[in-house]
């Protein structure tokens, strides 16, 4: 399973960039995915889930009305819209994908857990200047 990061760059506050997540190797339609981040000097955040199926998503409130994820199965791709963007969303942006197929967190607050995703992306950078 390959996942490569892309579209990162850098914006103004208050402006728009798309990220995207090709996968390969597996049977992406079968598979939830996430989108995670890390500042320098944090832990890795959570960034939001998107189902296998129904294409259901899933924000921590950080980014909640702000963020949007969806997925492109014939394109074996998931994308990350960024809105609004803050000075502090500035981040390595990680996209990863679920450790089995069809598989779905019991409940939505245990989404963020980084266990249940078997594969990550390489990262890709996104500054927010002010």
């Known amino acids: 399973v390959q996942l490569q990061a892309s579209g990162g760059g850098l914006v103004q506050a208050g402006g728009s960039l798309r990220l995207s997540c090709a996968a390969s190797g597996l049977a992406f339609s079968r598979y939830g995915m996430g989108w995670f981040r890390q500042a320098p000097g944090k832990d890795r955040e959570f960034v939001g889930r998107?189902?296998?199926?129904?294409?259901?998503?899933i924000y921590p409130e950080a980014v909640q009305g702000r963020f949007f994820i969806s997925r492109d199965n014939a394109k074996n791709t998931m994308y990350l819209q960024m809105d609004d963007l803050k000075v502090e969303d500035t981040a390595t942006y990680y996209c990863?994908?679920?450790?089995?197929?069809?598989?779905?967190?019991?409940?939505?607050?245990?989404?963020?857990?980084?266990?249940?995703?078997?594969?990550w992306g390489q990262g890709t950078l996104v500054t927010v200047s002010s």
């Open positions: 990863a994908v679920d450790r089995r197929p069809e598989y779905g967190p019991a409940r939505p607050e245990l989404a963020h857990i980084e266990q249940q995703y078997g594969f």
């Open positions: 998107i189902s296998w199926s129904r294409g259901r998503t």
